[in-house]
């Protein structure tokens, strides 16, 4: 069997209950396996401010993959380890494309989302 170095959680619905809490076990679960020497990483679509405080409540996890992995976070040092970004077309094009279809845009720049607030409000 391999020894693995990193656990990487998907959050809503995954490490997150249906009702977005985080729960005692998993918590437990996440501090066993970082003072166990493993990373455990929060992987999401969500932005810093919505990822943050569920890390906080957990001791020792110190990175994050935000915006759908486009942002790596060392939440230690509040430091961007990486940001792969889309050029201002492919961003027109994919706008113009999911027009008129029922899709979540959601635009992440630098840390945080944009969203439309019909997107909000469901």
């Known amino acids: 069997m391999q020894d693995y170095k ?5 959050m809503d619905e995954t490490a997150l209950t249906s009702d977005l809490r985080l729960t005692e076990p998993t918590i437990r679960a996440m501090e ?5 020497g493993k990373h455990v990483v ?5 932005s810093y401010r919505l990822t943050k ?3 906080d409540m957990v001791r020792g996890m110190r990175y994050a993959l ?3 992995g486009a942002t790596g976070l060392d939440l230690t040092d509040e430091k961007t380890l990486f940001r792969h970004d889309i050029d201002d077309e492919t961003i027109k094009w994919i706008l113009a494309a999911s027009a008129g279809y029922d899709v979540l845009p959601l635009i992440f720049i630098n840390r945080d989302v944009l969203c439309p ?3 909000a409000d469901r």
């Open 32 to 36: 066993k396996a970082l003072s166990g």
């Open 6 to 10: 990193l656990i990487a959680c998907d």
């Open 117 to 119: 607030t019909w997107i």
């Open 53 to 55: 405080p569920y890390a």
């Open 66 to 68: 935000i915006g759908t």
């Open 42 to 46: 929060f992987t999401t679509g969500r």
